[in-house]
């Protein structure tokens, strides 16, 4: 059977975390940031996970990572 080709949009979004569920970085991190607060862009920082049940969806999209 061939190898399964990687989403690659996908492959630079998620890792695939020790125990098996996915991480990836927090959205609305990039602009208008002068009106957020910094306790709510220092919490965008940490690694979020992706929610149960988008896992499966990741997971097929990145199956070797």
Do not use: E
Request: proline share 5%; with cysteine.
């Amino acid at each position: 059977m061939p190898k399964l080709k990687s989403n690659r949009g996908a492959a630079k979004r998620f890792k695939r975390t020790a125990s098996g569920s996915v991480k990836c970085n927090a959205s609305h991190r990039r602009h208008i940031l002068t009106k957020k607060s910094t306790k709510r862009k220092r919490q965008l920082r940490a690694p979020q996970r992706i929610h149960k049940s988008d896992v499966r969806a990741a997971l097929r999209m990145i199956p070797y990572c």
